[in-house]
């Protein structure tokens, strides 16, 4: 069965620094992989996903994440954060591009000033 | 892209009532799919929604208690029966995407809460 870890369920990073974002899956094939992010009060919003091809995807507002087969990974990267960046960040999984999605627990990202 | 918009965007029911929430899509759209967010809790999907089929409900969810409808390509409901304060959360559409590389895009969500 397809499962999402995220390992860490609060980060806080100090504005400037850099930032990653665990994310570990479970699934028989390759997988389609999604980060979103969802801000307080706000709807769901991808950043980037993976389908195929190269293993590093860039994303909307500076991320990138890497999808790392013989780990099972697809970490959310970020080289340098943004006060607007706190919000929560959900890790996904899925079968297909139009399959269900399977998402993680979500980690909350603090920013400190 | 589609853009999804969602009535109503949040509400305040009395237990034992039901509740209708709409998700409609600018496009015509195959898949459509509801997933519920409980309070500090992620996504869940209830169930997958294809027009002119009966809506496929996950484990743990029932068509008494969540009945969906989908009358055409670009409009879905779901109901919220029999409420109690256990489903207070955030309920979502998605639908899929219309090309081969597209992603599910998500509607902004309908916040309950049931007294």
């Known amino acids: 069965a397809q499962s999402v870890t995220q390992p860490d369920i609060h980060i806080t990073v100090s504005e400037g620094a850099s930032l990653e974002l665990r994310c570990n899956y479970s699934?028989?094939?390759?997988?389609?992989l999604f980060w979103y992010v969802q801000s307080p009060g706000q709807g769901l919003q991808l950043l980037l996903k993976?389908?195929?091809?190269?293993?590093l995807v860039q994303g909307i507002k500076g991320f990138e994440a890497e999808f790392k087969r013989s780990q099972s990974s697809f970490n959310l990267r970020k080289p340098s954060v943004h006060w607007s960046d706190a919000a929560e960040y959900f890790c996904?999984?899925?079968?297909?591009?139009?399959?269900?999605?399977?998402f993680g627990k979500g980690t909350r990202l603090h920013i400190l000033p | 892209s589609a853009v999804i918009s969602q009535k109503p965007s949040r509400d305040i029911c009395q237990r034992g009532t039901s509740l209708t929430i709409q998700c409609q899509v600018d496009?015509?759209?195959?898949?459509m799919f509801w997933y519920r967010q409980q309070p500090g809790q992620s996504l869940t999907l209830i169930a997958t929604?294809?027009?002119?089929?009966?809506?496929?409900?996950e484990s743990g969810f029932v068509i008494d208690k969540f009945p969906i409808s989908r009358p055409n390509l670009t409009f879905s409901t779901l109901t919220v029966s029999n409420m109690s304060p256990e489903d207070s959360s955030i309920y979502l559409c998605?639908?899929?995407?219309?090309?081969?590389?597209?992603?599910?895009?998500f509607g902004p969500g309908t916040r309950l809460t049931v007294l």
């Open positions: 996904a999984v899925g079968a297909r591009r139009d399959d269900k999605i399977i």
């Open positions: 496009s015509q759209v195959t898949m």
């Open positions: 699934y028989g094939a390759t997988p389609y």
């Open positions: 993976y389908f195929s091809g190269d293993t």
């Open positions: 929604a294809n027009q002119g089929s009966e809506a496929t409900y």
């Open positions: 998605s639908v899929d995407g219309t090309g081969p590389t597209d992603t599910q895009y």
